[in-house]
């Protein structure tokens, strides 16, 4: 199958690059800085990089394409506004650009589980309320994309991504290693959920592969099966690295707080930070948890990975890069 595929510098894309070209398939990848790309994937006779960006879809990216993996997003951002521009009206952009040239192509859309919005579990056929600006930006994006008219378009919706190549789970695992205590708030999610970046990958060639009338039209979320509490969690980290979690609980006030604290930090300097208020909109939420059943009914998919398995393995790749020494 020829694929358009969108975010293959990414931590999630790269890992989807890696499984299209190993199941055979070809790719026709857009990015905006082929110098990002894994240098193995830049060398690989399968991929055909087109230089370009979510705004400006170059014309003719998707003649002869039979399917689109978009996968490109923004997950944190300077301003509000940004992840509108990025994940509503870039996907809307690639959406009309795709319509024009390749109709009848299938469209697989990665969302979020923040465009659902929390639940315990939250389940395919719920309606979407999602509590951060980010959420509401993703489920933008797939409204965006359903206005140009697919017949064959999917929704895939995970939880927290984790696994070998992952930044934002970092800190934890450095912090858990080093001894350090972790802030948690008081009043934080219940219950998680997380699936492997490499479980998320085979996912997607699920349905990808899946007959059509089984997926189209669907919204699929994707998960592990394990729903644990954040000490829970914290307690596998401490597992993989050999060493036992500290905990130092705060209340969610003065998580606000920081968060508001650095928000003109975030506007001078142009970065965006791990705690941001938008950020706490999610860290409060009561459980932030989802059912895989329809995914596994649709298309046999089963995760290959338990969470301590795979926290495991994310620990060893950030050991033989140097990020724990």
Request: hydrophobic share 45%; aromatic share 6%.
């Amino acid at each position: 199958m020829r694929v358009l595929l969108t975010g293959a510098t990414g931590f999630v894309g790269g890992e989807t690059a890696r499984q299209l070209v190993r199941n055979g398939h070809s790719a026709r990848v857009l990015v905006r800085d082929p110098g990002r790309l894994a240098p193995e994937l830049a060398v690989d006779p399968l991929l055909d990089f087109v230089r370009g960006s979510l705004e400006r879809p170059p014309d003719g990216l998707s003649d002869g394409v039979d399917a689109v993996l978009h996968l490109a997003g923004l997950v944190d951002a300077r301003r509000p506004r940004d992840y509108q521009r990025v994940n509503a009206e870039g996907s809307r952009r690639l959406a009309e650009e795709v319509a024009r040239r390749a109709p009848g192509a299938r469209w697989i859309q990665v969302s979020s589980l923040a465009a659902t919005g929390p639940g315990d579990p939250a389940r395919d056929d719920d309606p979407p309320r999602p509590v951060s600006l980010y959420g509401a930006s993703k489920l933008a994006g797939e409204r965006a994309v359903a206005e140009a008219g697919f017949t064959g378009r999917v929704v895939v919706r995970p939880p927290a991504v984790y696994g070998p190549g992952d930044r934002a789970f970092l800190p934890f695992f450095r912090d858990v290693a080093r001894g350090r205590p972790v802030l948690l708030p008081r009043r934080g999610p219940a219950r998680l959920s997380f699936v492997h970046v490499g479980d998320l990958a085979r996912a997607l060639l699920a349905v990808l592969e899946a007959p059509l009338e089984r997926v189209q039209g669907r919204v699929l979320h994707v998960a592990g099966p394990e729903r644990p509490s954040l000490d829970q969690f914290l307690a596998l980290v401490g597992e993989s690295v050999g060493r036992r979690p500290r905990f130092l609980r705060v209340p969610s006030l003065l998580g606000w707080a920081a968060a508001a604290a650095v928000l003109p930090l975030r506007r001078l300097t142009g970065k965006p930070a791990f705690l941001s208020l938008d950020k706490m909109r999610e860290l409060t939420a009561p459980a932030w948890t989802c059912d895989a059943a329809g995914l596994r009914r649709l298309t046999g998919w089963e995760p290959a990975w338990t969470l301590a398995d795979g926290l495991a393995d994310t620990a060893r790749s950030y050991r033989a890069a140097g990020f724990l020494a």
